[in-house]
């Protein structure tokens, strides 16, 4: 099991960028996939990102539709933390971010509190 400390989360305008990280604690995290989720007020929490374990191979990531080309999820696994590099954000971004691990698109573990990210116009 890993828990996981988010932070990162602010005002960003439209167009900006922001970088999300999230602090792992737990066994074997570089064997972990790691993934991003979000929540949008009113919506269901959905996948966003996610990275695979060094056992399996070099950092292969997995992006939901809506964020290709414009997130980047990574990991650096002395630090056991893992990153959401946003940018070209827009409005429907706007949401509560949350990493958790893995399998496939599904999380693993318990939630953690999130980090809030809002993007102005």
């Known amino acids: 099991q890993v828990s996981a400390v988010e932070s990162g989360g602010g005002v960003v305008q439209a167009g900006g960028s922001l970088r999300l990280s999230c602090v792992a604690s737990?066994?074997?995290?570089?064997?972990?996939?790691m993934g991003w989720f979000r929540q949008a007020p009113g919506k269901e929490r959905e996948f966003v990102a996610s990275?695979?374990?060094?056992?399996?191979?070099?950092?292969?990531?997995y992006y939901a539709d809506s964020v290709k080309g414009r997130f980047a999820i990574s990991r650096d696994n002395v630090k056991n933390t893992v990153y959401l590099q946003m940018n070209s954000v827009k409005l429907e971004d706007t949401a509560v971010y949350y990493c958790?691990?893995?399998?496939?698109?599904?999380?693993?573990?318990?939630w953690g509190q999130g980090t809030t990210v809002t993007v102005s116009s």
């Open positions: 737990g066994r074997d995290f570089s064997s972990a996939h």
């Open positions: 958790n691990r893995v399998q496939g698109r599904r999380a693993m573990d318990l």
């Open positions: 990275i695979l374990g060094v056992d399996w191979s070099g950092d292969t990531t």
